[in-house]
């Protein structure tokens, strides 16, 4: 089993070493570069199913319980979580993706509810306008 990428302060337990290890060798530039299966898996913003990394037979060698896989993926530093699915962060899954790959369904919920509507837009355009009247006067 490999050893995890994330530094973690603390002791882990043997079980959630291991799993950490294996889901981070999963989810690395390393194998993705040669698992195909894995990359076919992937969405157009290279989100993968966490309950299909919980099935894979090394995986399920160390728990069989979808919770504490996604559980121990949230210890992680180097994926990022959205509901049920897992994804390399900061951009390096986009090397990744295949092209055909499905439509990312996770995004666009997750850039909608980051997307100021066009109320707060008027918002902040009024408190900039408010900001620009205020005077300092030191006396």
């Not at 294996?22 to 990359?39: G, I, M, V």
């Not at 995986?59 to 919770?67: A, G, K, L, N, W």
């Not at 990744?96 to 995004?107: E, K």
Request: hydrophobic share 35%; net charge negative.
């Amino acid at each position: 089993m490999p050893a995890p990428i994330s530094r973690i302060s603390v002791a882990l337990d043997p079980t959630v070493y291991y799993l950490l290890g294996q889901l981070e060798y999963y989810l690395s530039p390393q194998n993705l570069a040669q698992d195909f299966f894995l990359r076919q898996k992937m969405d157009s913003h290279g989100w993968i199913p966490i309950p299909l990394i919980a099935s894979f037979n090394r995986v399920r060698q160390i728990t069989t319980d979808e919770s504490f896989v996604r559980d121990v993926l949230g210890m992680s530093s180097v994926v990022e979580i959205q509901g049920d699915m897992v994804r390399m962060k900061e951009g390096e899954w986009e090397r990744f993706v295949l092209p055909g790959a499905q439509t990312s369904r996770v995004d666009s919920i997750h850039d909608f509810s980051l997307t100021p509507s066009s109320e707060e837009e008027s918002e902040d355009e009024e408190e900039e306008e408010e900001e620009e009247e205020v005077v300092f006067v030191m006396g």
